[in-house]
C-alpha cells in the first residue's frame, strides 16, 4: 500500500484563535438552549392576562379558544397559589388585594376568568361592583368562565354552576 505524502504529515494543532472561537459559539448555543427550556412558558395552564383589577376583584382574560379544562387547571393554579404563599399572585401579575391588611397583600380577592376581552376591561368591573345597572351586572355574570374566590380562612372555586372545589385553606394564608 502506497501513501501519499499528505498521509505523512502530522496533523497541525487548530490555532488558539479557532479554538477559542469554536468554544465560544458552542458555548453561546448551550447558554440558548437552557434559557429557553428555563424560561419556556408554562404549558398546563392557558395563556392569561390580568386585564382590571378594583381592590379585591380581578378580572382575567384567556382566548376564546380555551377550553373548560384548561380553565379548570388555570383555577386549580390558583388554589396551589392561595394555598402556598401568596405573595406568589404578585408574579401571576396580580396587584396586591389587601395591601393595608397586617396579615398580608392577598387575604381576600375574587377572580373572574372571561374570554370575551370586553367584558373583562376596567369599565365592566367597576360597573359591575358599583351594580347600579342591573343589566351590566347580568351580562358580566352570564360571560364568567370561572371564578376563583380566596379569603384569609377559606377558598371557593366554580365553572358555571359546577363547583370546582370550596372550603377551608390548607396551610398557606
Do not use: W
Not at 86 to 99: E, L, P, V, Y
Not at 117 to 145: H, Q, V, W
Amino acid at each position: 500500500m502506497e501513501t501519499s505524502p499528505a498521509d505523512n504529515q502530522p496533523e497541525k494543532p487548530l490555532d488558539p484563535l479557532v479554538k477559542t472561537a469554536l468554544t465560544i459559539c458552542i458555548g453561546l448555543i448551550v447558554m440558548t438552549v437552557v434559557g429557553m427550556i428555563l424560561t419556556a412558558p408554562d404549558r398546563s395552564i392557558p395563556p392569561y392576562s390580568v386585564i382590571a383589577q378594583n381592590g379585591e376583584h380581578v378580572t382575567i382574560h384567556v382566548p376564546s379558544r380555551t377550553t373548560d379544562p384548561e380553565i379548570e387547571a388555570l383555577l386549580v393554579r390558583f388554589q396551589v397559589v392561595g394555598q402556598g404563599n401568596r405573595g406568589d399572585f404578585a408574579h401571576r401579575k396580580i396587584s396586591s388585594t389587601t395591601a393595608a391588611d397586617p396579615a398580608g397583600p392577598y387575604q381576600r380577592m375574587t377572580l373572574y376568568i372571561f374570554d370575551d376581552l370586553g367584558l373583562a376591561d376596567a369599565s365592566s368591573l367597576n360597573e359591575y361592583i358599583k351594580g347600579s345597572d342591573p343589566l351590566a351586572r347580568s351580562s358580566f355574570e352570564r360571560g364568567i368562565r370561572g371564578v376563583y374566590r380566596l379569603t384569609a380562612e377559606t377558598e371557593f372555586a366554580a365553572m358555571g354552576n359546577r363547583i370546582l372545589f370550596q372550603g377551608k385553606v390548607r396551610g398557606g394564608g
